[in-house]
């Protein structure tokens, strides 16, 4: 059974930085590739970067610049490093496997964990 569990979430101000981290359990994680998504109040849940297997990054246009996606297979860890926030940025952010590109449908999700960026 596949498990992701999120944590790193908070409040900040705009500008500031945060770092999500995403452990995984269940499966083969150094062969398992896996992003993050977010959901405001109110809109559709988007993907936001995605960590293939390969080690090949995608991000959204959104967010491109800002955040930076990493894993670390010896701790089975996803990370997203977020700098730069915006009010924006507000939502409950979600970690997702398997999410070899922006465009994957994740079988598997986090319980998610929430940002609010204040301005």
């Known amino acids: 059974q596949v498990q992701l569990v999120e944590s790193g979430g908070g409040s900040v101000q705009a500008g500031g930085s945060l770092r999500l981290s995403c452990a995984a359990s269940?499966?083969?994680?150094?062969?398992?590739?896996m992003g993050w998504f977010r959901q405001a109040p109110g809109k559709e849940r988007e993907a936001v970067a995605a960590?293939?297997?390969?080690?090949?990054?995608s991000y959204a246009d959104s967010v491109k610049g800002r955040f930076t996606i990493s894993q670390d297979n010896a701790k089975k860890t996803l990370y997203l490093q977020m700098n730069s926030l915006k009010p924006e940025d507000t939502a409950m952010y979600y970690c997702a496997a398997p999410l070899c590109s922006l465009y994957w449908v994740p079988d598997y999700w986090g319980q998610g964990t929430q940002v609010t960026v204040s301005s």
């Open positions: 269940g499966y083969t994680y150094s062969r398992f590739c």
């Open positions: 960590f293939d297997s390969d080690d090949t990054t």
